[in-house]
């Protein structure tokens, strides 16, 4: 399957991306509704406010014939705006006026790929503010795992993203057009697991390999996503790499819960974008 990689030291947060300081995590908003949006490539999730009562709206697009994101990317930006728009209105939900909208982009997202997100996402919010989160980044802070060294796959529908840590920020990773609806059109659950297994190895072997990458890998491996549901997908990386493979909880939604975080902070320390 193609892989694409960042380069180690690759810091993807630049000017108009989201910056999240750890020690602001968990404190009470002061700002109403930040909004948080994760467009994967299975289901369209949208969380509205952090630390109080929330809902989370699922779009499950399984059913379509021609989905709108398709491995990660937006391939039909109008139809997604419309679903979106559609998500909103069956759960009765008003958005802000201007609010401030954090939302995940996978790693190694172009600039074409950002511009469609953000043409999508003006077209549905009218965003004051939009800031954008690497996936596997607000999947490490929405499960809890933001410190310290870190190694972290996010297993999704159609694509598998491997990165390192180091508090909270990546510093190089690796990507996979694979993910577990290959599974339906056969792809095994052993050829995933090889696959993030490849990625990991990239990182961390060989002269190429991160400097971190021992410290991450004692720590084992904190898989999110749809493949941390699937005990036989977990099983397999742990035997094939030899380290601990640790499920996130709420794996699903770990990156949605980390961008809802992001989004708070973001609204209490404007400057920090």
Request: hydrophobic share 45%; net charge positive; charged share 20%.
């Amino acid at each position: 399957m193609p892989v694409a990689q960042a380069p180690t030291g690759h810091r993807p947060d630049t000017a108009g991306t989201v910056s999240v300081p750890t020690s602001t995590i968990g404190a009470s908003t002061t700002r109403p509704s930040p909004i948080a949006v994760d467009l994967g490539s299975g289901q369209l999730r949208i969380r509205l406010g952090s630390h109080e009562p929330v809902r989370t709206l699922v779009g499950d697009r399984s059913a379509r014939r021609c989905p709108v994101v398709r491995r990660g990317r937006i391939i039909d930006g109008p139809e997604c705006a419309a679903a979106l728009a559609e998500l909103l209105r069956q759960h009765h939900v008003e958005v802000p006026a201007r609010p401030l909208v954090v939302v995940c982009r996978p790693l190694l997202a172009t600039a074409a790929d950002q511009d469609m997100i953000r043409r999508v996402l003006d077209a549905v919010f009218a965003p004051a503010r939009l800031l954008f989160v690497d996936t596997v980044r607000a999947a490490a802070i929405g499960a809890g795992a933001g410190a310290g060294t870190l190694l972290v796959a996010d297993v999704g529908a159609q694509l598998s993203e491997v990165a390192i840590l180091r508090d909270s920020q990546v510093i190089a990773g690796r990507r996979a057009n694979l993910g577990t609806c290959d599974l339906a059109h056969g792809a095994t659950v052993e050829m995933l697991a090889d696959t993030v297994t490849r990625l990991v190895r990239e990182l961390t072997q060989g002269p190429r390999a991160v400097p971190s990458a021992a410290t991450a890998m004692a720590r084992g491996m904190v898989i999110v996503g749809d493949g941390a549901t699937r005990p036989d997908l977990r099983d397999r990386l742990a035997a094939t790499m030899g380290i601990a493979v640790h499920r996130a909880a709420g794996p699903r939604t770990a990156a949605l819960t980390g961008a809802s975080l992001a989004a708070a902070a973001a609204a209490r320390h404007p400057a920090g974008d």
